[in-house]
């Protein structure tokens, strides 16, 4: 696990100058984008700051009473739910194909009247959705991504870079309103884009740096190729004063990296706007979720309850969400419960692990099938890989892509095999290469695990 310790200079109070910019910038934000956009998440950011003051008791009792009224919301104005009991458990466990299927079942009846940001998802797993998502509901996740950013020292308004978004995410497709947010946010989108060979991330790291911002936020792979690419120029360049990491998640190799190129804190942040989910991970290597955004469950593939520490599915009820109402939702991620005392001392709720997307796993020949997670240990426990990258062409073949850098050799090597053959019982053949490119999928993220067939 990477550190996320907060270094001093992030702790540092604010200049009086950078004191009086935020101030006036909050009021703008408050008074004319919050308005316009519909969409109150400068504001949720500080109410939520209260909301965590709040002893465990009184959070428990606000979720509960949240829970059951998104329950009855469901109930009264949602087809699919009506005449259900009021009680989590008989609601049923729902996808997304549930809902493409039958979109008009799970509308609220009425949807007209909530207004809404239409949200794309799965585009980089080949499996796309464009999905109504209530403002507000936007607004409480973006309202918990702020306030993580505060929590390390960032605070609304500071110069933001965007690194390693798609295309179809760049400025030109941005409307009228995201731009105004934007703008209010000083956020850079011109350092996005996907290719991320040697010379592309090594001229993307030198502008981010004399972009002087205070915040990267991007896609891990992406940010990890830039430092990368800067350490083997034999250079370190200066970071802002926090990177914040998102879309896949962060290998411990590519944390060193980033900290080592760029000298600042990196957080990984886990998040997903349909369901509701937005976490980000603590020095102790747990995600801590917003938990007033949403409930989340672990459950197994008949939907009963994981223990803590057990592998399943993420599922999510947003307490938010009324337009299509996200109740019980599968989000396609697997994952663990965290302790409920985290060991770093910040309340709330954890998942102890986010282990990839379920189409991502390993089948063996007899029907077994083991979760990406499956495989991190030997390549936490090595120095010499940068990348890596499974790839399943058939039942009995893995083949483990590697992208080594300097400590890689043969001890490593026989260690990451012999684990790997452990962990598929000698069902498969393994067989390791260090010459053939990772693949990225369409949306640009790396990919754990990539079966074919
Ligand atoms: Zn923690």
Redesign the pocket.
Known sequence: MTGTAVPAAALAPPSVGRQVYHRALGVATRTVVEPVLGAAYLTRSEEIEQWWQLGQADRDAWRSEAVDRILRYAIKHVPAYRGLAPDLGAFPIVDKHDMIADTASYLSDEHSKLPVVVKHTGGSTGDPWSYPLDRQAWAESYAAHLRACTRMGVLYGDRRILLGFPSSLGLKKIGPMKRLRLAAERTDASLSGLRVDPATSLRRAEKASAGRAEIWYGYASTIAAMASAVLNAGRTLPGPRLIVTMAEPLMRAWGEDIEAAFGSTVVEEYGCNDGGIMAHR???G?F?LADHQSLVEVVDDQGRTCPEGCNGNIVITNFHARHLPFIRYRAGDLGMLGPRH?????PGR?LAGVTGRSGDMVRLPDGTELVPATFYIPFNQVRGVRRWQIVQPDAHHLLVRIEPRSGWNRHEHDLIRRWIEEQTMGLVDVQLVETEPLELTNGGKHRIVIRHG
Request: aromatic share 0%; charged share 10%.
């Open positions: 603590c020095q102790a747990n801590h985290c060991p770093c001392g910040r954890t």
